[in-house]
């Protein structure tokens, strides 16, 4: 089992900026693909982004893509979402997750942080 932690969230203006963090903790953390969502009042979680922690594959929900940054620091098993231009519609509760498989299911993540605001004014 993995333990994940996030951190980071809060309140910014449209077009401001927000960095995330999920420590890892477990056995297992090194061979795990990494992953946040997101889930918004009255909608189903949806996926943010994900990277493995060996080869750094990356891939990003296209509402995402190009404002966003997921990252890792191996030696402190911690994976980060540098989130750039935000926007009123990426207020959620940010989730960080753990899974074995590179999909973006929230159904294939066994592991879940507690999860963490993040409201963006317009």
């Known amino acids: 089992q993995v333990q994940l932690v996030e951190s980071g969230g809060g309140l910014v203006q449209a077009g401001g900026s927000l960095r995330l963090s999920c420590a890892a903790s477990g056995h297992t953390v090194s061979s795990r693909v990494m992953a946040w969502f997101r889930q918004a009042p009255g909608k189903e979680r949806e996926f943010v982004a994900r990277?493995?922690?060996?080869?750094?594959?990356?891939y990003y929900a296209d509402s995402v893509k190009g404002r966003f940054t997921i990252s890792r620091v191996n030696a402190r098993n911690i994976v980060s979402l540098q989130m750039n231009s935000l926007k009123p519609e990426d207020t959620a509760v940010y989730y960080c997750?753990?899974?074995?498989?590179?999909?973006?299911?929230?159904?294939?993540?066994?592991?879940w942080g507690q999860g963490t605001q993040v409201t963006v004014s317009s």
């Open positions: 990277i493995t922690w060996g080869g750094g594959s990356i």
């Open positions: 997750a753990a899974g074995w498989v590179l999909t973006g299911r929230p159904a294939d993540f066994g592991s």
